[in-house]
C-alpha cells in the first residue's frame, strides 16, 4: 500500500526550530519529487517546498531561508526542518508525493494525515 | 506569484443538482509547447487530507467518480459536479503548477 506517515510536530516557542518526519511506503522517495504543504487552522492549503529526485529544493517565499527540505534515502523518510519559527507558521504539515505527470510535477496524488506544528509561547 | 482566485467562497446545492466552481489565475497557465493547462483540483473533507480529483485541467484522477468533470483554459476554469451526492459535501480547491505551486482559497460545497 502506498502511505505518507509524518511525524514531529508539537508545540514550539516564537523563534524555536522543529523537524519533521514523513516516512513513506509502497514506493521511494527518492524516484518522487516530494512537497510539504501545510494548512493553517481553518485556513486554505499552502505550499511549502519540494524536493525533485535530482536533489533540487525550492520553497515559498514565506518559509525561505528559514526551512531546508531534505530525504534520507536508506530510511525512505522526507525531512522538514524548520528553523526561526513564528506564530504564522502555525499549521497542519503534509507532505506529498507530486503525481509523476511524464516529468512534469506538481501536482499532488499521495498525501499524509498530517502533522499539526503550533508556535506559541 | 500566481494568484489563484475562486468563487463561490461557498455554494448549497440540492441532491442531485449540479455544482459549479469557477477558478481564475493572474496569469495563463496554459503552456503553449504542449499545449497543457497546469491546473488541478483537489477535494477536502473535514479532518482529512486533500484528494487529487482532476489534472491538466480536465483529467480525472483515476478512482474519481466521472460526475465530477473540469474544463478551462488559460485563466479560466471551472470544476463540475454533475448530480451532488451527499459524500461530495467538502471544501474544493484549485491549484496551478505552472510556476511553482499555488492553490485557491476554496470553495464550500454543501447541501441545500
Known amino acids: 500500500e502506498v502511505r505518507l506517515v509524518e511525524s514531529g510536530g508539537g508545540l514550539v516557542q516564537p523563534g524555536g526550530s522543529l523537524r519533521l518526519s514523513c516516512a513513506a511506503s509502497g514506493f521511494t522517495v527518492s524516484s518522487n519529487y516530494m512537497s510539504w504543504v501545510r494548512q493553517a487552522p481553518g485556513k486554505g492549503l499552502e505550499w511549502v517546498s519540494v524536493i525533485y529526485t535530482g536533489g533540487n529544493t525550492y520553497y515559498a517565499d514565506s518559509v525561505k531561508g528559514r526551512f531546508t527540505i531534505s530525504r534520507d534515502n536508506s530510511k525512505n523518510t522526507l525531512f522538514l526542518q524548520m528553523n526561526s519559527l513564528r506564530a504564522e507558521d502555525t499549521a497542519v504539515y503534509y507532505c506529498?508525493?507530486?503525481?509523476?505527470?511524464?516529468?512534469?510535477?506538481?501536482?499532488?496524488?499521495?498525501w499524509g494525515q498530517g502533522t499539526m506544528v503550533t508556535v506559541s509561547s | 506569484d500566481i494568484v489563484m482566485t475562486q468563487s463561490p467562497d461557498s455554494l448549497a446545492v440540492s441532491l442531485g443538482e449540479r455544482a459549479t466552481i469557477n477558478c481564475k489565475s493572474s496569469?495563463?497557465?496554459?503552456?503553449?509547447?504542449?499545449?497543457?493547462?497546469?491546473l488541478a483540483w483537489y477535494q477536502q473533507k473535514p479532518g482529512q487530507p486533500p484528494k487529487l480529483l482532476i489534472y491538466?485541467?480536465?483529467a480525472r484522477e483515476s478512482g474519481v467518480p466521472d460526475r465530477f468533470s473540469g474544463s478551462g483554459s488559460g485563466t479560466d476554469f471551472t470544476l463540475t459536479i454533475s448530480s451532488l451526492q451527499p459524500e461530495d459535501v467538502a471544501v474544493y480547491y484549485c491549484q496551478q503548477y505552472y510556476t511553482s505551486r499555488t492553490f485557491g482559497q476554496g470553495t464550500k460545497v454543501e447541501i441545500k
Open positions: 506529498a508525493r507530486d503525481k509523476d505527470l511524464g516529468g512534469t510535477g506538481g501536482t499532488f496524488d499521495i
Open positions: 491538466w485541467a480536465s
Open positions: 496569469q495563463s497557465v496554459l503552456y503553449s509547447s504542449n499545449n497543457k493547462n497546469y
